[in-house]
């Protein structure tokens, strides 16, 4: 097995984690990183121990080989990022969101099937061992029929990076993503979508400069699953301290599931049924948000599947684009795509309640 040879543009902050956990990975070979500023480019070539940095994506494709390249780069460049690699036969892995319009993410998934390679959205949190526990608690019956989830992750926002709060960027792109990715996983695709998204903070001191906020940063979104199962996610730049139990919840008619912790750093799993409270799946067996990056090497190198899939980052992409929507005409926003799924493959239990057509396991495979 050979060790897949790997990029990274963006050598902001979270370039540290990723790069710790590459590194680490004998999956990974280190080739390059790249960021516009060459200063943070070469200072994380020197702490990583990588051989080759630059200042600019094209330098970066025409330089030193190699095959995979992570997309750690602000919102607004994500596309553009995409698209050059793709289109020079790189697999990538893309930080949230792959792009920021649905055209531009549909010609990222075609570019990709026209050059034969992979390609990615995070954020990786379906590859947690907390989401296959509740899909597994889910699927098998455990808590009867899945009526209703919920999901809620915000902080204060954040103090580096005023793209954040600039036009492309907001609290739904950067922290929603994460639960709607998880509970579409869960309960699967989304047929319509409603939401509420406003801004409570109109500007924010970032990196010595007074930055007025475009983007949304109070936001609650309402998804139909079909078949009455419905989900809400709640998110923003405006969270004070909360409390981490039940930060995803999905309660059915015996029952229900909760994650413990946040979907990108979980700590277990509460099943909470007549026949009393269990805590499940307390060892992550190393998981961490910034493990997608690794996880996909190891994929390349040899072969495994992942339950990541572009067509479920599109998914994602688009409810958050019909959120947008839906909060500027007050309307339901239909959603047209969908992705294979259930994402994990469970028998119900003897005796346990048959699931509804919303939560069919044929009804998204392809």
Not at 83 to 99: I, N, R, T, W
Not at 103 to 118: F, H, M, P, Q
Not at 189 to 201: F, H, N, Q, R
């Amino acid at each position: 097995m050979n060790p897949v040879r790997t990029a990274i543009v963006g050598c902001g902050s979270v370039s540290g984690p990723y790069l710790a956990d590459l590194t680490q990975s004998p999956y990974v070979e280190m080739v390059s990183v790249c960021d516009h500023r060459m200063e943070r480019a070469a200072r994380r070539a020197e702490e990583f121990g990588i051989p080759y940095h630059f200042d600019n994506v094209d330098a970066l494709l025409e330089g030193p080989p190699f095959d995979y390249l992570i997309n750690l780069t602000s919102m607004q460049t994500h596309f553009s990022v995409n698209q050059k690699a793709l289109q020079a036969g790189k697999h990538v892995l893309s930080e949230k969101p792959l792009a920021g319009a649905l055209e531009e993410g549909r010609r990222l998934l075609e570019i990709a099937k026209e050059k034969g390679v992979r390609f990615w959205g995070a954020p990786a949190v379906v590859i947690s061992p907390a989401f296959r526990c509740m899909a597994e608690a889910i699927g098998s019956g455990k808590i009867g029929r899945a009526a209703q989830a919920y999901g809620r992750y915000g902080h204060p926002g954040p103090g580096w990076g005023p793209w954040f709060y600039q036009k492309g960027g907001g609290s739904l792109f950067d922290l929603g993503v994460y639960n709607i990715t998880f509970l579409t996983g869960l309960l699967g695709p989304v047929k319509s979508v409603s939401a509420l998204m406003g801004t409570v903070i109109p500007e924010r001191f970032v990196e010595g400069q007074q930055v007025k906020v475009e983007a949304d940063d109070n936001t609650l979104v309402l998804l139909d699953h079909g078949n009455a199962v419905f989900s809400c996610v709640g998110t923003g730049f405006t969270f004070g301290p909360y409390r981490e139990e039940a930060t995803v919840e999905v309660i059915g008619t015996r029952g229900s599931v909760n994650l413990l912790g946040w979907d990108w750093q979980p700590s277990g799993v509460e099943v909470l049924t007549a026949d009393g409270r269990a805590c499940l799946c307390e060892d992550q067996q190393g998981y961490k948000w910034e493990r997608g990056g690794t996880h996909l090497a190891e994929c390349l190198a040899t072969g495994q599947e992942t339950l990541m899939t572009p067509e479920h980052a599109y998914h994602v992409l688009e409810i958050m684009l019909a959120a947008n929507e839906s909060s500027r005409s007050g309307s339901r926003i239909g959603i047209e795509s969908a992705f294979p799924w259930p994402l994990v493959a469970v028998g119900a239990e003897e005796g346990a309640e048959a699931a509804p057509e919303g939560m069919d396991p044929d009804r998204h495979r392809r």
